[in-house]
T-cell receptor
């Protein structure tokens, strides 16, 4: 069974540009999560989709971040316009059912904003 | 005060040693406790998953949860060089948000 995949693995953009990150969850997993880790800090939650609906977006830092999951399969996270402090590693995770259960993480996208 | 505290180390041990990794937390609503292992430039890999209190063993790994003390531990027996990685504790509440709250991660090196 394929794991969570993320694309690209690394992105370098200039301040003010737009970047779109993609996550493909494990097949059949209705729950999809975005997290990020900025330098020297803990991994922090951004938001949670159940199928195509946003269940919890309490961790989204500001309105420059837009997450979508059209059709309830893959998800995209767009940062527009990017700022220097957005640099970090963005992880996606997926989980099978509701309630408890393990979240499985992807390899992450390393975003560098210069 | 952070919700989850984890000594970031680093920790260096000889091969074969018993390793003890720990996290403390402040939110009494946490019911699900996880340990993830992360190799350099990779994503976190789920190692152990525990609901509520008690112990769980899987091969050389044992996870313990003491909710009365708000303290969780991961023990690695007969440590191997391949165990060298960053170990992250994570936890979440039951009901409501499913967000995981992570510790900073402890970098472990097992020397042959």
């Amino acid at each position: 069974e394929a794991g969570v995949t993320q694309f690209p693995s690394h992105s370098v953009i200039e301040k003010g540009q737009t970047v779109t990150l993609r996550c493909d969850p494990i097949s059949g997993h209705d729950n999809l999560y975005w997290y990020r880790r900025v330098m020297g800090k803990e991994i922090k939650f951004l938001l949670h989709f159940v199928k195509e609906s946003k269940q919890d977006e309490s961790g989204m830092p500001n309105n420059r971040f837009l997450a979508e999951r059209t059709g309830g399969t893959y998800s995209t996270l767009k940062v527009q316009p990017a700022e220097l402090e957005d640099s970090g590693v963005y992880f996606c995770a997926s989980k099978l059912g509701t309630g408890g259960g393990e979240q499985y993480f992807g390899p992450g996208t390393r975003l560098t904003v210069t | 005060q952070k919700e989850v505290e984890q000594d970031p180390g680093p920790l260096s041990v000889p091969e074969g040693a018993i390793v003890s990794l720990n996290c403390t937390y402040s939110n009494s609503a946490f019911q699900y406790f996880m340990w993830y292992r992360q190799y350099s430039r990779k994503g976190p890999e789920l190692l152990m998953y525990t609901y509520s209190s008690g112990n769980k063993e899987d091969g050389r790994f044992t996870a313990q949860v003491d909710k009365s003390s708000k303290y969780i531990s991961l023990f690695i027996r007969d440590s191997q060089p391949s165990d060298s990685a960053t170990y992250l504790c994570a936890m979440r509440a039951q009901g409501g948000s499913e967000k995981l709250v992570f510790g900073k991660g402890m970098k472990l090196t097992v020397n042959p």
